[in-house]
């Protein structure tokens, strides 16, 4: 539902929201009911149902009070889906001490994050390029930037290397999602999936036609019983970007150390 956000939302309004620097004072809106309220019941909502499903009347009717009275804490869905992303930050897991060096910090940043999609599917579609600017995103950038501070990168390659594991995380959750969905909508399994097409696929093939695609295929499905493995794909891409990672680490370390060679000799 990124486009939920992408229409024109009043700044200092959605940031009262997130900040949580105003609430309303009006009695009228229901006994007890807060931003952080309305937020639950809408993560629930999205959790159960699916982003498409939420909207504020159907957020009001799990409170049980008018749409209106919504409306005066929370100005649209858009802000709404805003805090919904930010308050979820806050939820996660931030670990003070790891041990095993930035690769392994790096390793937690990116697993607690493929959690928060499993956990929260939707938020692979309410996610957008223009960050949500609450505390928690913030707080959230803050430590995950930690995984790679004082490891000799600059302050730009720290946001590059943090945005590649982040993209590669959404990435493999959007793929493994797209398994469950597929599986749902059409009652078959990829195994299943591939154990009624493999014959059919047979007989249009010509033997030998492709044999490195045949071979690799086979070699591949046998591994992950079925055309695809989400798991399998997660763990190889992270530990292939992480690589890339300690390239540059290295690298930079190398330019770091002082020159030891001293002077040519003379005689």
């Not at 499903?53 to 005066?72: H, I």
């Amino acid at each position: 539902m990124a486009n939920e956000r992408k229409g024109k939302i009043d700044p200092a309004r959605s940031l009262a929201i997130l900040w949580r620097t105003r609430e309303p004072a009006s009695r009228s809106a229901g006994p007890g009911l807060s931003v952080d309220r309305i937020v639950r019941a809408a993560v629930e909502i999205a959790d159960a149902e699916g982003i498409d499903a939420l909207t504020m009347r159907r957020v009001s009717e799990a409170l049980g009070v008018g749409t209106m009275s919504v409306y005066t804490y929370v100005p649209g869905k858009a802000e709404l889906i805003d805090v919904m992303v930010d308050t979820l930050y806050g939820e996660m897991r931030r670990p003070a001490d790891v041990p095993g060096g930035w690769r392994a910090r790096l390793e937690q940043v990116a697993r607690e994050n493929l959690e928060l999609y499993r956990a929260h599917p939707w938020l692979l579609r309410a996610e957008t390029s223009r960050p949500v600017l609450g505390p928690n995103l913030l707080a959230k950038y803050d430590y995950e930037l930690g995984a790679v501070a004082g490891i000799g990168l600059d302050d730009v390659e720290m946001d590059s290397v943090l945005t590649l594991v982040l993209g590669h995380v959404k990435s493999a959750a959007r793929a493994a999602l797209d398994v469950v969905d597929l599986e749902r909508e059409t009652g078959m399994t990829d195994g299943q999936w591939w154990q009624s097409h493999a014959p059919w696929l047979k007989t249009f093939v010509k033997s030998g036609s492709y044999p490195t695609a045949s071979r690799v295929g086979s070699a591949a499905g046998e591994a992950h019983g079925a055309a695809y493995g989400p798991e399998y794909a997660f763990e190889f891409g992270l530990q292939r970007v992480l690589d890339g990672v300690a390239v540059i680490v290295a690298k930079r370390s190398a330019e770091a150390e002082p020159d030891r060679s001293g002077p040519a000799d003379a005689g």
